[in-house]
């Protein structure tokens, strides 16, 4: 099993950036990472299982990971603190063990998930170098 810890982030100031793909499309401005954050365990599955929360779905799709994913946080999707991006991040690093992919590829993963689906532009980047843990067990 892996854990996942990953820091949630309130933006403060930032200008969108965009740029003519999503890799080069994001955001300048300033922000705080806070915890506890998300902490997510993910385990491989012998078949796909799909959750019905967009950046969990495309994060293991991207990666051609089959994983039961389990998460919890202390705010719920869709009320802000960088959650979804947290979601697809924690979902991309785990996948990534799994698949012995780069964990930088995870995050460029999460990155284009969050850019493509309108809901982010700088808070997987935040996250990520934002103090995140990864364990396995």
């Known amino acids: 099993m892996i854990i996942i810890d ?5 933006t403060s100031i930032w200008l969108p950036m965009y740029g003519d793909d999503p890799m080069s499309t994001g955001s300048l401005g300033c922000g705080v990472v806070i915890r506890p954050g998300l902490r997510l365990t993910v385990k491989p599955a012998a078949s796909p299982i799909k959750y ?3 950046h969990v779905d495309l994060a293991l799709k991207e990666l051609g990971v089959n994983a039961e994913i389990n998460y919890s946080s202390p705010v719920q999707l869709g009320v802000g ?4 991006a947290a979601l697809a ?32 532009l700088g808070d997987v980047i935040a996250e990520y170098y934002g103090g995140g ?5």
Not at 6 to 10: G, M, R
Not at 81 to 84: A, I, K
Not at 133 to 137: D, E, M, N, T, V
Request: hydrophobic letters at 55%; a positive charge; glycine letters at 12%.
């Open 81 to 84: 603190y960088g959650m979804s």
């Open 6 to 10: 990953v820091p949630l982030h309130i």
């Open 133 to 137: 843990a990864l364990s396995l067990g």
């Open 89 to 120: 991040l924690g979902t991309a690093l785990g996948a990534a063990v799994i698949a012995r992919k780069p964990l930088i590829k995870a995050a460029q993963v999460a990155h284009v998930i969050e850019v493509r689906l309108s809901t982010g």
């Open 52 to 54: 019905g929360i967009d």
